[in-house]
């Protein structure tokens, strides 16, 4: 206690504290000092201790065992407790010495070899005369908080790595839209410097993204593409912006260049218009095709009956029939074809009509009658009572659907029989599902064979088509006329035994009493009735009127949609069949002048379209243009009188 000498004992009234004050406070001080945890220590400017607190004491004992003194040397000590780089200690002490207060940050080690970070604020001590004579030292472990900036150091390092070799730029945008950073291996990668953007308006570089800007600002993330033109390039960026974290009203974001993508994707929109418009091209010509096939085969097919029907002779007969077979199986194949194109450009729609089921499968049960007989096999359609008679559906593709897998069972099978069984699967409320099997006992399908005869153009050996025709559309038709109507195909074939096909298909039952049913296959006389035909085609006017004139019909010709709004005007039709594709006026705008005359007869006048097209739009047009059913040409005879007749009929 060198420093109390000459402080008196008792109150001097100078306002100095006593001796004893003194004391007092010294002793409070003293217990703060001994009481903390951190080492608090002083010497001289020769490092010898003046002054050390108990907690120091007992760092130096655990750490290196030794028993501390007043005297002792600092740096010796440190030096033995595996701190303390001499040199850089005792610049820093200087500057301390100098008048400096400095923190320092030290690691020790201690007997069991643990190390610890210290941090040593280092103060100058003054004497009387105000000049330094040592220095105290406040030392506390800091271990944890070196560590842990230690962490956020590498950490931020590794973060500002990843950020300036990403190919993105990092921004931030303040309250007011201006750009305060932007960084990034993005920007160089364009040619821009780092902070390029710093000054320039976020809303104003970003004119599509506003609404996400404005966004992020009120405090919500959000993502936006946006486009830079820079050096007469166009670059397109995707953008990530949210609130910053650190600084409350701006907005930090990230910007990834996506040019490639974005070019690989216009070019990818490009290339699947270029598929639609070829899609379109190949529709468009298929509906020129069956314009052009079809409009000769009508003639050869119509002449070839009429002339079987006019006495041949017999050796003509002959001729006639394998003209017939030939034309019809021509027909078929081209039908196939536009049929099967229609179903894959998914053109065909299914009908939901009234139709009677009972009286649909004996008109097919008739139809292929013949065909059985001729080849001595037992041929049968069975139909569940519990059936209901009428139903809702598409009564021509159910046809076409059994028709294919009953003309084949039938050319595959030359003894036995062919069964086709119609049961009831399941009803729930009005929906009934039926279950089809096709059987025979023909030559079976080789198993590997299966699932391969549902492709197009396939046949199960390459000698089929040699001994029983057949193009091998048959089936690709049929499975996915069925698919269309929501139901699956299967086979269970044994070679040289027989097949059986399966499917379910499900349809409504109707509550009327009577449905459509298969046009009848005699022709009554419709003496009486006049019909216009307007066709260009010569050879179409000349088989449709041959055809019409055996029903009995009175009939006349206009070559085009002029002459047909002529004759409709001055004379008095039960019906006008109505060609499409006409030179000077077309059988739609014809159809729409007639339907706009005055006078309710006009209004009534059945105009029925004779189209090649096989596009269900035809349907939609035909409609539209005011007329009111359509026939397909070659025309069936059948579906030819069967139309003419309901439609003057009801006349
Ligand atoms: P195709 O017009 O050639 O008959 P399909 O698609 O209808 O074409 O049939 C494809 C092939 O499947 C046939 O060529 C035939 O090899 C085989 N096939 C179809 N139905 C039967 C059956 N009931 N019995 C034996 N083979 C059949």
């Known amino acids: 206690m060198e420093y109390l000498k000459g402080i008196s004992e008792e109150s001097t009234h100078t306002g100095q504290p006593t001796r004893r004050e003194l004391l007092e406070e010294i002793a409070i001080l003293q217990s703060v000092l001994e009481s903390t945890s951190a080492s608090i220590f002083a010497f001289d400017k020769n490092f010898n201790y003046i002054a050390f607190n108990k907690s120091h004491q007992q760092t130096v004992r655990t750490g290196r065992g030794i028993d501390l003194k007043i005297g002792d040397n600092y740096l010796e000590i440190a030096r033995m407790n595996g701190g303390t780089d001499g040199d850089k200690t005792q610049k820093i002490f200087k500057r301390v010495m100098a008048g400096e207060t400095i923190e320092v940050i030290e690691e020790f080690g201690d007997l069991a070899l643990h190390r610890a970070s210290f941090s040593m604020i280092c103060n100058p001590m003054y004497d009387h005369e105000g000049q330094v004579n040592g220095m105290t030292v406040f030392c506390q472990d800091v271990s944890e908080r070196v560590a842990l900036e230690k962490e956020v150091e590498e950490k931020s390092h590794l973060l500002n790595g990843v950020l300036d070799n990403l ?29 390029e953007l710093v000054g320039k308006n976020a809303f104003e570089s970003f004119p599509a993204a506003a609404v996400e800007l404005q966004k992020a600002l009120a405090g919500k993330s959000g993502q936006f593409v946006s486009k830079l033109d820079w050096d007469g390039q166009e670059y397109v960026y995707q953008n990530n912006v949210f609130p910053s974290p650190d600084q409350q009203g701006s907005i930090t974001g990230f910007a990834l260049n996506i040019t490639q993508q974005h070019q690989a994707e216009i070019a990818l929109l ?64 081209i039908n196939d074809i536009l049929d099967y194109s229609k179903i894959e450009l998914g053109k065909v729609t299914l009908e939901k009509i009234d139709f009677n089921l009972i009286e649909l499968i004996n008109s097919i049960k008739q139809a292929h009658n013949l065909h059985a007989e001729g080849k001595e096999v037992f041929f049968n359609i069975n139909i569940d009572p519990k059936l209901p008679e009428i139903l809702i559906g598409d009564p021509v593709r159910l046809t076409q659907i059994l028709n294919n897998l009953i003309s084949n069972a039938l050319k595959f099978t030359n003894e036995g029989y062919v069964i086709v069984d119609l049961s009831m699967k399941k009803i729930v409320d009005d929906l009934v599902d039926v279950s089809f099997t096709i059987t025979d006992t023909g030559i079976g399908i080789e198993p590997a064979l299966k699932d391969y005869i549902f492709e197009s153009f396939t046949q199960a050996s390459a000698d089929i088509s040699r001994r029983f025709g057949g193009t091998g559309l048959g089936l690709a038709i049929t499975k996915r006329l069925i698919e269309l109507k929501g139901g699956k195909i299967y086979v269970d074939s044994t070679l040289g035994k027989g097949s059986s096909f399966f499917f379910d298909l499900q349809f409504k039952k109707s509550n009327k009493k009577s449905g459509y049913t298969m046009p009848a296959l005699v022709f009554e006389s419709l003496a009486g009735f006049k019909v216009l035909l307007v066709e260009d085609n010569e050879i179409n006017t000349i088989v449709a009127g041959k055809f019409m004139k055996k029903w009995d019909l009175d009939i006349d010709y206009a070559i085009h949609g002029i002459e047909a709004l002529e004759k409709v005007k001055k004379n008095e039709y039960d019906v006008v069949l109505m060609d ?70 009801k006349r």
């Open 167 to 195: 190919p993105v730029i990092t921004y931030e945008v303040d309250a007011e839209g201006i750009f305060t950073k932007s960084v990034g291996s993005g920007l160089q990668a364009v040619g821009l410097q780092n902070d």
């Open 270 to 333: 490009k290339a699947k218009e270029k598929a639609e418009q070829a899609m379109l091209a190949k529709q468009q010509f298929l509906t020129n095709m069956s314009h052009e096939i079809r409009t000769p085969m009508n003639a050869v097919i119509g002449m070839t009956h009429l002339l079987l029907q006019e006495d041949p002779k017999p050796d003509q007969l002959e001729n006639l029939n394998i003209l017939k077979f030939s034309s019809e199986s021509l027909l078929s194949l």
């Open 580 to 649: 499409l594709q006409m030179p000077k006026m077309d059988g739609y705008e014809a159809s729409t002048a007639i339907r706009n005359l005055s006078g309710k007869r006009f209004k009534e006048l059945p105009i029925i379209a004779l189209t090649a097209s096989v596009l269900a739009e035809i349907n939609n047009q035909v409609m539209d243009a005011g007329m009111n059913d359509y026939i397909s040409k070659p025309f069936n005879p059948m579906e030819l009188y069967s139309k003419i007749a309901k439609y003057v009929r």
